[in-house]
């Protein structure tokens, strides 16, 4: 569901948009923390914020990092 928002926010596709490991953080809601395959070599750290279930909204990408690679650690950014 965020893939649109990442390629909107870069304005470019991606035919690979894999997500490979993430971690929580929980707030009034969720972070996620996503690293994400969009390449064959290319990575990129997602930050998604997902909302308390009662507030009805989809998840929504915060912030995001590129070029990462596979072995880059997924920290809070």
Known sequence: QVKPQFESRENR???IFKAI???TQV?????YFIKV???DVEYVHL???QSLPHENQGPSLVSFQ????R???????
């Open 27 to 31: 707030v009034a809601g969720i972070n």
């Open 71 to 77: 072995d880059d650690p997924l920290t809070y950014f």
């Open 47 to 49: 930050r998604v914020f």
């Open 66 to 69: 590129t070029g990462k690679t």
């Open 37 to 39: 395959q969009v390449s």
């Open 21 to 23: 490991v993430y971690k």
């Open 13 to 15: 596709t991606y035919g």
